[in-house]
Structures are given as structure tokens and as C-alpha cells.
């Protein structure tokens, strides 16, 4: 079984732009989340979502944002970047959102703003 | 809000010497789990801790939660240049379903 994919593997955007980074599960997971993990830090988690429902948020803006779709996929959406905004994003998928479930990381997004 | 410490930052062994890692949460855990992450990689799951006073091994690493469920720790025994990497715990408080990530310790082993 293929593991936990993720696009596109590199992005460079500037200032004030936007941007979706995608997910897909290991096939028979329902439950996504993402972090991002900034150069020499721990993952910060960003969102859970669980059968196409937000089911956890971290400390982060509105202008992140996420969605899951009827094949248990995932984008995260960031407007208007900053600087501070360039890290790894990583997804995790799990099979259910039970919170004892083994997470399963993706290989990441490095996004960086210009 | 719920902060996950460990100690140290950084750690360099020579191979063969033991190492450990220890993780401290502001607050009681429900559970705790473990991740290595090599340089240019993502996280890797290793095991998850649920009962106070757990201890669980896998060949040269031992993982410990402490009673209070607030504090565990991981032991690697006679490292290997395998073992580089950063060790992440992450726990997990009762009634959430997010994660908060320790702050990492970053294994060297020198042949």
C-alpha cells in the first residue's frame, strides 16, 4: 500500500499570495491532519479533520483553512502569506480520529515565501 | 495552553554510549506518543504510551510514562550512526484531539 502522499513537494510563493497543498491518506484512513513544522521546531498542529468534518484547530489565523473531500483527501489553504508562513507542512492520516490511532506522516510540502 | 518541553536540545554520543531523552508536559497527558525524524525527513512513528507507569521496548530502545502521566522518556542503549535523528514525543490531553509536539532532541553519534 502506498503511504501518505503529498503535493507538490517544493512551492515558492511571495508575499500576499495564496496557496493549496494537497493530501491524500493511506486508502482505508478517514481522519487528516496537518502541522507545520518550522525549521528546528517541533510539527505545530494546524487541523484534524475526520469524515469530512473539522474536528480540531490550532492556534492559527483565518487565513489557514481546510477541507476534506468524499475520498478522505485533503487541502490546506493559506491566503494572504507572510514570511513567516514558509515551513514543512506535513499531513498525517490515521484510520479513525481516535486519538490513541498511530498518525502516519506524509513526506511534506516546504513552502517558501518570498 | 499545553506546553511539551524536552530535554536536552541536542545530545551528541559516541557510538556505543547510551542515550536518553526526556519529554515534560505542563499538563496530565491521556497518552504519548513518540517519533524519529532523520535530517530532510518527516516524522516517523515509533510507539504510544497510554497507562501511567508504562514501559514498553523495542530491541535497543525503552520507553517509559511516568505516573503522573505528565513526564516519559525515551533510552536508546549502545547507539548505533542509525539512531541519528530528531526525537519528538507528542502528547495529547484529555478531552482534545490535537497533539502538542515536544521541542525535539537531536541525536549525533560519532563512530
Known amino acids: 500500500d502506498a503511504g501518505v502522499t503529498q503535493s507538490p513537494t517544493h512551492l515558492i510563493k511571495t508575499r500576499g499570495q495564496h496557496v493549496t497543498l494537497r493530501c491524500s491518506p493511506i486508502?482505508?484512513?478517514?481522519?487528516v491532519s496537518w502541522y507545520q513544522q518550522v525549521l528546528g521546531q517541533g510539527p505545530q498542529f494546524i487541523f484534524q479533520y475526520y469524515e469530512k468534518e473539522e474536528r480540531g484547530r490550532g492556534n492559527f489565523p483565518d487565513r489557514f483553512s481546510a477541507r476534506q473531500f468524499p475520498n478522505y483527501s485533503s487541502e490546506l489553504n493559506v491566503n494572504a502569506l507572510l514570511l513567516g508562513d514558509s515551513a514543512l507542512y506535513l499531513c498525517?492520516?490515521?484510520?479513525?480520529?481516535?486519538?490513541?490511532?498511530?498518525?502516519?506522516f506524509g513526506p511534506g510540502t516546504r513552502l517558501t515565501v518570498l | 495552553g499545553q506546553q511539551v518541553m524536552q530535554i536536552p536540545q541536542y545530545q551528541h554520543v559516541q557510538e556505543g554510549e547510551d542515550f536518553t531523552t526526556y519529554c515534560n508536559s505542563s499538563t496530565t497527558l491521556s497518552n504519548i506518543q513518540w517519533y524519529k525524524q532523520r535530517p530532510g525527513g518527516h516524522p516517523v512513528f515509533l510507539i504510544q504510551?497510554?497507562?501511567?507507569?508504562e514501559v514498553k521496548k523495542q530491541k535497543r530502545l525503552t520507553f517509559q510514562f511516568g505516573e503522573a502521566k505528565k513526564n516519559s522518556s525515551l533510552h536508546i542503549t549502545a547507539t548505533q550512526t542509525t539512531d541519528v535523528g530528531t526525537y519528538f514525543c507528542?502528547?495529547?490531553?484529555?478531552?482534545?484531539?490535537?497533539?502538542?509536539f515536544g521541542t525535539g532532541t537531536r541525536l549525533k553519534v560519532l563512530a
Open positions: 507528542a502528547g495529547r490531553a484529555s478531552g482534545t484531539y490535537k497533539y502538542i
Open positions: 498525517a492520516s490515521s484510520f479513525r480520529q481516535d486519538s490513541t490511532d498511530t498518525q502516519y
Open positions: 486508502s482505508g484512513h478517514k481522519s
Open positions: 504510551l497510554v497507562k501511567s507507569g
